[in-house]
């Protein structure tokens, strides 16, 4: 985990300095300010990393595991087919769809897609 | 008339430019070449090798190596940017005192020329307009636009900046060979932008002066 | 490792069962046949140009429909092939490259396919509407894509339809790299990644940055155009250059998103067919990541003649990414050096690959001077820079990864002789099309014109170039015949038929669903070529 740490703090340090770069080069607001939003969330990011590599233990990280070392119990069998992945991006179409021909197929899209949500939730309990 | 072939260079911002583009396509085939050359190689050298059980040397790393190409480049890139960047400056730079001004309003889909203290010249697709300019002189054109945004491009001048709506953009012409030159729009703007064109027309600064004071064509 | 004879039924394999799939597998292989579907059109739009194009002031097409050909095959091109065959060839790669049975968020992923293909499909929907698809260019500059010049509805469904595309690639970009951080099996520590795997994590990262900004973009013109914004308006104190910053901060990122994931295919099959390691597997990666970062950097440079923005900044930092361009390139043929060659036909669209790109490179460097842009913008000189990076190089590195992942994907391989001739007469066909557009440029023949005056050598440029793309179209014909024929035949193959080197490599051809039946030991970046070497270190020299 420390390199992926170290790729988000280095990307973050390199966004800052090339948004105060551009700033006092340039002076342009509208790329200062997408610079300096990108900064602000790499920074984000970064910090957070910072704060959950503490916890990290990842076997992935271990540079002599074994592949037995991530061996564990059956914890339960889970299906790799649901319907919802379909649904919520046929909704979402729809929604689009409807803002450009007719609000009423957004609101129909929006309601699909409310419903697909409400599945995902009962189906991820 | 000067259009669609190997451009005349017919300004003096031109001759900047087509230096500008000497040296970059000298250095760029010279790099193109050279690793050209090395990939061919490589695989000639190496492609006919009899597939045997010994494995080639594995060799990952070459920190010396890595270094050095990586040095290198980053020299030559800082020097190409140098040179550009006066050559820009030396083409974007604005005479103090033209001695021409030309207002220039691009529209869907033709293009209007205003001399300041001469004639307007308007001309659409159908009958493109003619800028007529003076040899040895300096122009000022600004550029915009009245709807969308157009750009002005003289090939022969190997020059071309947009026209945007809401702004003014100036740049100097000072022409240094008489001839007709083609001229075109560039940027995208709709049904007539393949046929939105214009011709410059730089003759001895006599007949041009002749020309703006309201007389003979 | 071959899967043992563990008693497990076959994968379904009816409509239903693809509908409704979660596995990363078959989201990458919709995804892959998809983005090829959407690449037979696109390409058949660019045939309709070129056809209009082969002679002077020619009508096979009028201005209004040349004008949505060219914005449709931008757009299919750039957002429903490149880029997301891409994340369809990582969807099915990553997790097995890096040992995980399946992506982080299973679901998400497989949203992201339907909305992609339903955003496609509403993009193209424009082309049946009476005033047709968008026609403003896939770059839709505003004003142009306003409501008053571009009243038609195809526009809109333009707007809408990349939106939609634009969200799936956000969402599966955070299954990349949430994946290859966490799921990696034990052993694979991220210095053990294989190439593919980090420039997939460098790409998601470009996603996050630049996607967003093409979002709002679109978001802002659809306000305009429909509920009375005026954001891209002078007269009522909006800016018709902030369409272009907006744009272009995705614009350029994007072009990077659509090449490093094929920075990665050319790491994985060159080490393969010179029987060496990567060389300069630490250099690569962080060339990667100095490539993503300097490219958000760069943005307006395809904005050099508005002068409204500050050229020098934008043209040193276009000049800078040319070097951790070239320390791939160095590596690339490090790596064939001094090794025992051979070149079935992944490895000569690599080599292809290499002999393209660096001309596309060479021409960017070009551009990237302010006083070579002022001829070449919006010229035919730049729509050979372009096609020679994302033509002859990413398209390349895609026919690579096809012919050399198809084993693996379906378990069958492609056939040697037509993939030769497929590359063949699509690197011929490619240079012959596209090298006179350089000199087209130059010469004075602009963008986006759907005739030219017959003057000088446009005619007899164009001409040529119009050849070169119906050999190219025998290419692609090519192809589809040894497609055809492979999968007439079936004939089988083991886990690793090429003597390949990463962990996809160590399962069976394809993999079973839970993708590994046992994990070999990870010590470096290539486990199946340490398991075939057991006499070798496989940290040695690293």
């Known amino acids: 985990m420390k390199t992926g740490v170290t790729l988000f703090i280095s990307s973050a340090v390199f966004s800052i300095v090339i948004a105060v770069a551009y700033w006092l080069i340039a002076h342009e607001p509208v790329g200062t300010f997408l610079l300096g939003f990108m900064a602000f969330a790499l920074s984000f990011v970064a910090g957070y990393m910072i704060v959950a590599e503490r916890d990290a233990d990842l076997v992935g990280d271990e540079k002599e595991a074994a592949p037995d070392d991530a061996a564990g119990e059956v914890l339960g069998t889970y299906s790799i087919h649901s319907p919802l992945p379909f649904w919520a991006g046929l909704a979402l179409a729809v929604i689009c769809l409807g803002l450009v021909v007719a609000p009423t197929l957004a609101a129909l899209g929006t309601i699909a897609m409310l419903a697909v949500g409400a599945l995902f939730v009962v189906q991820s309990r | 008339m000067h259009g669609q072939t190997w451009p005349s260079v017919a300004t003096t911002q031109a001759s900047v430019l087509a230096s500008d583009w000497r040296i970059f396509t000298i250095a760029g085939l010279a790099v193109a070449v050279l690793v050209w050359g090395l990939i061919l190689f490589a695989m000639a050298r190496w492609g006919r090798a009899r597939r045997t059980d010994a494995l080639p040397p594995q060799f990952r790393r070459n920190n010396a190596l890595e270094i050095t190409w990586t040095a290198i480049p980053l020299v030559i890139v800082c020097a190409l940017f140098v040179y550009t960047y006066h050559a820009e400056a030396d083409v974007e730079a604005l005479a103090t005192h033209p001695d021409v001004r030309v207002h220039v309003n691009a529209y869907r889909w033709g293009w209007t020329f205003a001399y300041t203290g001469g004639p307007t010249i308007d001309g659409t697709a159908a009958d493109p307009p003619q800028m007529l300019l003076p040899l040895g002189r300096t122009t000022r054109i600004e550029l915009t636009t009245s709807d969308v945004t157009h750009a002005f491009w003289v090939p022969d001048f190997l020059f071309k900046r947009d026209a945007i709506p809401g702004i003014v953009n100036r740049f100097d012409l000072a022409p240094d060979k008489v001839g007709t030159f083609l001229g075109r729009c560039t940027q995208f703007c709709g049904l007539q932008h393949a046929h939105m064109t214009f011709t410059v027309r730089v003759v001895p600064p006599d007949a041009f002066d002749r020309w703006v004071h309201g007389g003979a064509s | ?542």
């Open chain 3, 1 to 542: 490792m071959s899967a043992a004879a563990a008693v497990v039924e076959p994968p379904r394999n009816d409509l239903l069962s693809w509908i409704t799939t979660t596995d990363h597998k078959r989201i990458g292989i919709l995804y892959m046949l998809t983005t090829l579907g959407y690449f037979a059109v696109a390409g058949a739009l660019a045939l309709v140009i070129r056809t209009q194009l082969a002679r002077p002031e020619n009508s096979v097409v009028g201005p209004h429909e040349f004008a949505q050909l060219f914005t449709l095959h931008g757009t299919a091109m750039i957002f429903l092939f490149i880029a997301p065959f891409a994340i369809g060839l990582a969807n099915f790669l990553i997790p097995l490259q890096i040992g995980a049975p399946d992506m982080a968020f299973p679901r998400l992923n497989a949203m992201g396919y339907w909305m992609f293909l339903f955003g496609g499909l509403i993009v193209f929907a424009g082309a049946g509407t009476s005033e047709g698809a968008a026609a403003a260019g896939w770059t839709s500059y505003a004003p142009l894509s306003e409501i008053k010049v571009s009243s038609g509805i195809g526009q809109d469904l333009w707007i809408v339809g990349v939106f939609l595309v634009s969200v799936a690639t956000i969402l599966t970009a955070i299954n990349f790299v949430t994946t290859a951080f966490i799921y990696r099996a034990p052993g694979m520590t991220m210095w053990r990644l294989p190439i593919f795997t980090w420039e997939m994590i460098a790409t998601s990262l470009l996603i996050f940055m630049a996607f967003p900004a093409l979002a709002a973009d679109l978001l802002l013109l659809f306000v305009d155009r429909h509920l009375g914004g005026h954001a891209f308006d002078p007269a009522y104190g909006g800016n018709a250059v902030l369409w272009q910053h907006l744009f272009w901060f995705f614009g350029h990122p994007e072009v990077y998103v659509m090449i490093l994931p094929y920075f990665g295919v050319i790491s994985e099959i060159i080490p393969v067919f010179s029987r060496k390691p990567i060389f300069g597997y630490t250099g690569l990666v962080l060339a990667a990541f100095a490539i993503a970062g300097l490219s958000m950097g760069v943005w307006a440079h395809h904005m050099f003649t508005t002068g409204a923005v500050n050229n020098p900044f934008f043209s040193f930092m276009s000049f800078l990414i040319a070097v951790p361009t070239g320390v791939k390139f160095f590596n690339w043929i490090a790596t064939m050096w001094r090794g025992q060659l051979t070149f079935p036909t992944p490895m000569l669209f690599c080599m292809g690959f290499l002999m393209n790109f660096l001309l596309g490179g060479v021409t960017g460097v070009m551009v990237a001077s302010p006083p070579v842009d002022f001829q070449a913008h919006d010229s035919y000189f730049v729509v050979a820079h372009f096609h020679y990076t994302l033509g002859g190089g990413s398209l390349f590195a895609i026919f690579a990864a096809l012919f050399f992942w198809w084993p693996k994907i379906f378990g069958v391989k492609l056939g040697e002789t037509l993939g030769k001739w497929c590359f063949w007469l699509l690197f011929i066909g490619f240079n012959v099309t596209f090298l006179p557009m350089h000199f087209l440029g130059i010469e004075g023949m602009a963008r986006r014109v759907s005739t030219y005056p017959a003057l000088g050598n446009l005619p007899i440029l164009n001409l040529i170039a119009t050849l070169g793309s119906y050999v190219m179209l025998a290419g692609a014909v090519v192809f589809a015949v040894d497609v055809i024929a492979s999968t007439l035949k079936r004939e089988p193959v083991g886990d690793d038929p090429w003597g390949a080197n990463s962990l996809e490599w160590a399962t069976s051809s394809p993999p079973p669903e839970h993708n590994f039946e046992r994990l070999p030991p990870i010590r470096s970046e290539r486990p199946v070529f340490d398991l075939r070497h057991p006499e070798l270190d496989p940290e040695a020299g690293r």
